[in-house]
Every structure is written in C-alpha cells, then in structure tokens.
C-alpha cells in the first residue's frame, strides 16, 4: 500500500494532494497517513493473537489523533514519563494497558502511575525497585512490576539508539538480574510479574532480536526454577524501516519464534513495543523553498522548516529521502544540500541531493512520522509546526500551528526592585 505517491506530477498523501494541504495549513507541516497506520500496525497484530500484547512506545509520535488511533486499533501503551501517561488518558487509552519504561523515574511520576493504577513498571535499576516498594507501600497498593535486564547484545544500529549493551544506561545486567528479581520477590508491596528488554532501535536484521530472545528465554527458566513465578515478557521494540534502500526487516518470522517458544515454557504472555514501524513510513514533513543558493562548492536550497522541527538528521546523521510535492517537467536537477534557518551548521535535511527546486516550491521529507514531531523544539523561537492527518480525501488538522505568543507565556519581566 503505498499512502505517499505521486499521481501524475503531483504528490499525494492517500487522496489528499500535499500542495493543497500545504496552502491550507501553511509549512512547515507534518502530514499522517491513517491507512498507513493501520496497516502497520495489522503488520504486527496479525501474527500477535491475544493475550500477547503490543504496545505502542508513545515517543515514536504522541499526537493524541495518533494515540486514539491506536487506542481503538486495541493497543496498548509504552510510556517513558509521567506526560505521556497523561497523553494517553487524554486520548482514550487505558492505564491498565500502559506499560511504565524508562530510567529515570520520579517520585512523583511514580506516584501519579500508581494513582492511575497502570499495567506495569518495567524497573530498570535495583533502586527504583526500593523506591516503588516504599511509595506503593505509602499508598497501601501493590505495584505490578517486570525487570529490564540488559542482554547484552550488539543491536548493530547507531550507537545513540543502540541500548542493550553492558556500557549503556539501560536495564540491569543479567549477572546482576536475579539478585534483583530475589530481593523484588520479598517486597509485599511489589507483583513481580514480567521480565523486558529493549536492545536498542532502528535495527533491520533480526539476529540480535533472536539473541536476546534466547537469553531471555533462558533467564525465564531459570527464575521460575527458583520459584518466581514470571508470567510476562515484554521484548520492547526496535523494529527498523528502510529509510533509503535497506531491506525491509520481516517481523512475522520472529514473531512466530517467540509465541512457539512461550509456548513450550507455558503460561506466558509475550508483549512488544514498537514505536517507529507503527508510524515512522505513516508521515511527511512538508517544507517551502525559502532561497536557492547556489555557491561556488555548493548549492544550497534553503528551507523553512529546520532542525528543531526534524532533528533526526542533525542528531545521527540520519538520511531521510526528500522529493518535490510538484515535479517539474523539463526542469533541469541540481545538486543541493537541503538545509534549514537555524543558526547552526548541523542545520540539515540532506546532503549533495539532486532536486529541481526554485524558490517556493514544496518538498516532502519522506518517513518523518516517528521521531520528528516529538523531538521538536522551539530553538531560534521557531514555533512547533503543525499537525494534519489524511484519511481518503479527508483531511483532519490534528495540532494548529503554535501561536507565537504561547512560546514566551509563562516567562516574566523582572521586577522594579528585583
Ligand atoms: N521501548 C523502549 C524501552 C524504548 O526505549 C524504545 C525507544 C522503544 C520501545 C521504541 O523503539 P522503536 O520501536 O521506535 O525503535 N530518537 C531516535 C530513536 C530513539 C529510540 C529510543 N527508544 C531516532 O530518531 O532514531
């Protein structure tokens, strides 16, 4: 199913074309397929029957049209903060369907999670073990809980998205995992119910999901062996999506691994978090040729939209394909770096490009639907683009555009005496 193509010269988002979406909501603009969505999602949920469990990691794209979306497709939720336990309550989601990762947690975080009477905790520290046990024990509740254990396995992607190696912050090493699950099984005010892990993200290869399957697995076996009894695995996310001519990963045959092999241990409910394979191919960033540049080593097509709006690029190098909302016939290609307004250098879309682009014209950056809104910011006091998404011919704005204002609400003047 392809949601973003051209018909004739013109490029369309299912049945929408993206210059009128553009004209409408003006650019920068974010645009969403839902029939992308959809099938992504029925990509996963096909080979995943109940009561296995997916759960879609929320910082992939928070929109609440998106996590609505999802709620009604059934899922459940992924959270890294107390924010993001609110956004899906305000969507439509269930608490007990979310699920509570992240390193970090705060007291009240903590707290707010347990007054909503989440899913689970995924614990990612012997101290923040203590610290549910003490706050749940305040509250006289018991908090359900699974362990992040660190597999230790090469995830082979870009080493900031890389997260299941001994050197990296996340989960507690498997030498050191049963002490913790032992010290967890005698806290009256813990349900220690699950084992997760999340190796890392945007990998295209399932050898490392199966490796760290198999240790996971296996450390399974060895706590219910000592009597603690694990009735879940999450196995987090990662699943990555060709963003230039990569192979596309397969999910089915892993996730057909993993339910035969839950099915040998028995009584064991698998769950997943995939963010980016739900929505990163389901999105585009349109943007408008501000200036062509052109210089004596290169030529520049500068943009209005920048890297706070899409920081991928500038944060991992990361490629993401551009192409023009109206071809051009006879129009000759340059080669151009797509850069942004942002006062930085690392201020890219893409590098050494052949376009055939003039001043006003509309580009698409291609798979912007994970990991482009939420990492946006207000640097440069550029204000947070907007949001559509397209269903058929139907177009719905889903976030406006920030108003100029709301960027310094909130902040004051000093006082005379100050
Ligand atoms: N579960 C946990 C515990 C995670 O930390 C993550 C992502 C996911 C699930 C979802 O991973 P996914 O299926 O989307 O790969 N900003 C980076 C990606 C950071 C991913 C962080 N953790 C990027 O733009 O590539």
């Known amino acids: 199913m392809m949601s973003f193509t051209y018909k004739g010269n013109q490029f369309f988002a299912e049945e929408c074309a993206v210059a009128d979406l553009a004209k409408a909501h003006g650019t920068p603009l974010f645009v969403y397929s839902k029939a992308a969505i959809e099938a992504n999602w029925q990509q996963f949920a096909q080979h995943w029957p109940a009561p296995h469990k997916l759960c879609y990691a929320v910082k992939a794209n928070s929109n609440l049209a998106v996590l609505n979306l999802l709620a009604r497709l059934g899922a ?65 509740v018991v908090a359900p809980i699974s362990i992040r254990v660190n597999p230790d396995v090469d995830a082979q992607t870009h080493p900031y998205i890389a997260t299941g190696l001994k050197a990296n912050k996340f989960g507690i090493a498997m030498t050191e995992a049963l002490d913790v699950f032992r010290r967890g099984a005698t806290l009256a005010n813990l349900d220690m119910r699950g084992v997760d892990c999340h190796i890392g993200s945007q990998i295209l290869s399932p050898k490392p999901f199966l490796d760290a399957a198999e240790r996971m697995f296996d450390l399974i076996t060895k706590l219910r062996g000592e009597g603690i009894q694990i009735t879940h695995l999450d196995m987090g996310g990662g699943f990555g999506i060709p963003y230039q001519q990569e192979e596309k990963l397969e999910v089915s045959g892993y996730l057909q691994t993993l339910q035969e092999k839950a099915e040998k241990l028995g009584n064991l409910k698998l769950m997943l978090e995939p963010g980016r394979a739900i929505v990163g191919n389901a999105g585009i960033m349109v943007t408008k040729v501000e200036y062509y540049k052109p210089g004596s080593e290169k030529n520049f097509l500068l943009v209005d939209a920048g890297m706070n709006d899409l920081l991928r690029p500038s944060l ?48 698409a950056v291609m798979n912007a639907g994970a990991y482009g809104f939420t990492m946006a910011s207000n640097y440069n006091t550029r204000p947070r683009a907007a949001e559509v998404m397209v269903h058929g011919n139907t177009a719905t704005l889903v976030r406006e555009r920030e108003p100029l204002a709301s960027l310094w609400q909130g902040e004051h003047l000093l006082g005379d005496d100050a």
Do not use: W
């Not at 051009?328 to 690392?346: I, M």
């Open 316 to 363: 991992y190098n990361a490629y993401h394909a551009i192409v023009p909302v109206e071809r051009h016939d006879g129009v000759d290609e340059q080669l151009v770096d797509v850069v942004g307004p942002v006062c930085e250098t690392g201020d890219f879309f893409g590098h050494a490009r052949h376009l055939a682009a003039q001043e006003g014209d509309m580009l």
């Open 76 to 140: 459940g939720f992924d959270i890294v903060s107390g924010g993001e336990l609110a956004r899906v309550l305000a969507a439509g989601g269930k608490a007990q369907d979310v699920v509570f990762s992240g390193v970090g947690k705060s007291h009240d975080e903590i707290a707010y999670a347990l007054d909503q009477n989440i899913g689970c905790f995924n614990v990612e520290s012997a101290a923040e073990l203590e610290r549910i046990q003490n706050i749940a024990s305040e509250k006289g």
